[in-house]
């Protein structure tokens, strides 16, 4: 495997962190972009990550004395500081630049209007400045960036949801038909999906005018929490969001399940989404670095996920486990209420990827995990308070069941 | 016709001031909002509107001494500042927002990576804005966006361009075949562009979730300068923009005409386009507002263009008229050097709109107000030196032909 010179926007992030690491070890130069805006957030929110995350310093001082390579740090608020931005890229001369440099929760950036400006303004601008940094430098350098499944939407009717791109006919004028390969049409469900859709078309005109490299990871819901880097030593420990915002749904189960929490299952738990463990993440990360698009080709999209699940299953599949109770709340979410989801993710499996899945003991070890921490979780941050309209009711439980 | 409070975000520029005098002779309650930014940018590029535009304060003056009914004006940069432009709205409680508010020329948002990061950074905060500001306030306010034929792209294979939404059909396994009504897919050829792509995911998004009533113009390559309400006084004289950055190119012909400067071609000229003159785009604006889409029914997107000519026709038709030379110059844009257009603009003309075409008079009326002006014309400024990509040429005669 040829070693590169790798640039981590937002490494200090849940999926950023492990990435770094999983880089390091597997012998690449991993330089941390971070403005610690996650961190600011969980002062924000009053709700800090479930497992004790230690300051970069610690972590990156923890991370050399078990053994690995240096990792480079610079705190750059990439969406704000372009200049501070091109000339890192211009210092280091990177192979690739990986960007996890955005709000990330969908109901963060609906809590409210602060929160949903903060998300397009962070968003659009961390990602164009990146862009218009590599055009300005006129260099050669492989973008690899986190989207979300989210952006294609959950009102599936049955077709499979393909990787990016969709060929599609329209019948024209004189029993004429056109066939157009097109980006699947995107449909998302809150802000922070929206920005999402919104870089794709960033992604598809610097491609196209620059010939860029770019690789677009679909990902679908991120579960788990340690990574074998990250379970090195314990200031390596990766974050745990557990909270109404930032934690994701299986996440929140499992926690849950640990503090003797009833199961908060939106709706009817309906929902039917796609999933993938951190430890698959950071293998996916290294496959889409390793194989890069040919400049021109266009932009390269991968469904980043291994599984897909009903929520409700899940939930009952996590009570079944832990003897915990499920609960409805209502769903803070405008979503539908049901839907059914098939998606491609050929083109990993392609590459080599190996998908680890629930059934493989993981479960257990997401539950210990928080139960280790227990201690450190706020009961009242569990309930998800963002809501999408003004019809809509926090997910809440406001009765118990009786048994 | 039932006169409304309208606010019009950006109401200094091209588009916004014919515009906004337009609808205050309609009989509407009109509050121009903008930051002057478009004239910071003359300062900038040394390069003024041909025609003396008159300060805000005279503008307005002019209009209430003409007969206008008063003009609201307040500076606010609503890229910048939500909550400005969030109070305003509460203030005044509009029927209507028009949103011009937006950079829009193709060769300044290419000119360096400084414009394209304002670009972007302008335009989706701008919209964005408005758009969360009225989902705070939870207000049932119409939204008129002035989008371009640009997003489209100029790789048509013959399918008519419609307005906004296509019918697509979509073979799945099992001989299934899947329709799908989605958001014509775009293919933006510059930063400018882009933005106006990623805007169209903003109003699906609010549209859907808030039950906002969004209109989006997809319009044309505007020409000509006057209007009926500019021309009652010269302080109300409208912006005549015809540098290589902001000047659209029959404008650009029709200037170079007037002050004895050869028309430049760019490439072959094989460019179709679609153009509005700026009568008829104040007049489609007035047709939108009057004809808001119901709440719930989803974006209402209209192509505000009335004629699409080849880009060598319309040089020749003004050097016929004229006398004037064509010169085919280097072309400093990444685009198809041929392509067909064919548009559908059904939605206004079953509106009511009464489309005035080239063949009117009108090129005769901007030469002459090119002939007025043409002291101020600063000659050196003609020529587009932004350009695409480092393979590209600026678009500057280096030889004048031979005879």
Chains 1, 2 share one sequence.
């Not at 499944?149 to 990787?163: F, N, R, S, T």
């Not at 329209?170 to 995107?186: K, M, S």
């Amino acid at each position: 495997m040829s070693t590169k010179k790798i640039i981590v926007l937002g490494g200090d992030g849940f999926c950023g962190w492990p990435t770094s690491l999983y880089l390091s070890a597997q012998g690449h130069e991993v330089h941390i972009v971070d403005n610690m805006s996650r961190r600011e957030i969980d002062q924000e929110l009053n709700a800090d990550s479930l497992t004790p995350i230690a300051s970069m310093d610690d972590r990156l001082a923890a991370w050399e004395e078990t053994g690995g390579e240096k990792i480079g740090f610079h705190n750059i608020d990439v969406a704000a500081d372009y200049h501070g931005l091109r000339d890192l890229i211009e210092d280091i001369q990177p192979d690739t630049v990986i960007q996890f440099a955005e709000q990330r929760a969908a109901p963060y950036s609906m809590k409210n209007e602060t929160a949903k400006v903060y998300t397009v303004n962070n968003n659009i601008s961390a990602t164009h400045n990146l862009l218009a940094a590599i055009a300005e430098l006129r260099a050669d350098i492989h973008v690899v960036h986190l989207g979300t499944m989210g952006v294609y939407g959950y009102d599936g009717d049955g077709l499979q949801i393909p990787e990016g791109y969709l060929r599609v006919y329209v019948p024209g004028e004189n029993r004429d038909i056109f066939q157009r390969d097109i980006l699947y049409p995107t449909n998302p469900g809150s802000v922070y999906h929206m920005t999402k859709s919104m870089d794709q078309l960033m992604f598809q005109f610097y491609a196209k005018n620059d010939h860029m490299r770019i690789t677009d990871l679909h990902q679908g819901i991120v579960w788990g929490t340690q990574t074998a880097e990250t379970r090195r030593d314990e200031r390596l420990i990766n974050r745990f969001d557990y909270d109404g915002d930032y934690g994701t749904v299986l996440n929140r189960f499992l926690m849950q399940a640990a503090v003797g929490h009833p199961l908060t299952v939106h709706g009817t738990g309906g929902q039917t989404r796609a999933f993938i463990h951190i430890q698959d993440t950071v293998q996916c990360l290294a496959l889409a670095i390793a194989n890069p698009p040919a400049k021109g080709e266009g932009v390269k999209i991968l469904n980043q996920m291994t599984e897909t699940h009903r929520v409700r299953d899940l939930a009952h599949l996590v009570a079944e486990a832990s003897g915990a109770k499920v609960e409805m709340v209502d769903n803070p979410r405008n979503e539908a209420a049901e839907n059914d989801l098939d998606v491609s993710n050929k083109g990993f499996i392609d590459l080599g990827l190996e998908p680890m899945t629930l059934k493989e003991g993981l479960l257990t070890e997401t539950i210990e995990v928080s139960q280790k921490y227990a201690h450190r979780c706020r009961m009242e941050m569990i309930p998800c308070v963002s809501t999408w309209t003004d019809n809509q009711k926090p997910g809440v439980i406001t009765q118990i069941a009786a048994e």
